[in-house]
């Protein structure tokens, strides 16, 4: 933690249980772009002169997850988190190092969850944002923030099937909405 400006920064790596290391007494630099579009939001985070031990571990995938921690000394939160997708490394100068790792929110939700399921004929939108969570619940999904669900009920059955993000979509475009990923919440 640095102490110029009372300035936080934590930068935690960690595998599928859970376990894995802090990187925040280095120099690190970071991008985080949030589209306001159907797709995740990405990550990017540059780590200076990392040791040879956990540069390597990073570079061979020991670690799947990221998670970003920043603000100052009293007025602090979660950045960003995510899916580690892929990491490199470098040497900046001939003193300096660096590792980068990117990242997606909720990468593995939106590239493989599927629905196949059938709403009974009288299903309404809040049926639909219930059936479009449960293909997400096992990749640790939860619901945000929802916009105000139609009431009306629909006279015919309703199959849904083919990828989860299109389902979404479709629900938005009903309700005059937008949808993303942020932080573990649809």
């Not at 595998?15 to 990550?43: M, W």
Request: proline share 4%; with cysteine; aromatic share 10%.
């Amino acid at each position: 933690m640095t102490t110029n400006w009372m300035r936080k920064c934590s930068l935690i790596v960690a595998n599928d249980a859970g376990e894995g290391i802090e990187l925040s007494g280095l120099k690190i630099s970071f991008n985080i772009s949030r589209p306001d579009i159907s797709y995740p939001a990405t990550g990017m985070f540059k780590i200076y002169n990392l040791s040879r031990n956990t540069a390597s571990r990073i570079r061979q995938n020991e670690f799947t997850q990221i998670k970003f921690i920043a603000g100052y000394q009293d007025n602090f939160g979660l950045i960003f988190s995510g899916q580690i997708q892929y990491s490199y490394g470098g040497r900046e100068n001939p003193t300096d190092t660096y590792s980068v790792i990117q990242a997606a929110d909720s990468d593995q939700a939106h590239n493989f969850s599927v629905m196949n399921t059938t709403l009974a004929a009288g299903y309404t939108q809040q049926d639909v944002h219930a059936a479009l969570m449960k293909p997400i619940g096992v990749y640790d999904i939860v619901a945000g923030a929802v916009p105000e669900f139609a009431t009306t009920k629909a006279p015919r059955g309703k199959p849904m099937f083919g990828m989860h993000r299109d389902e979404v979509s479709s629900l938005a475009a009903q309700c005059k909405a937008t949808w993303r990923y942020e932080n573990g919440r649809l």
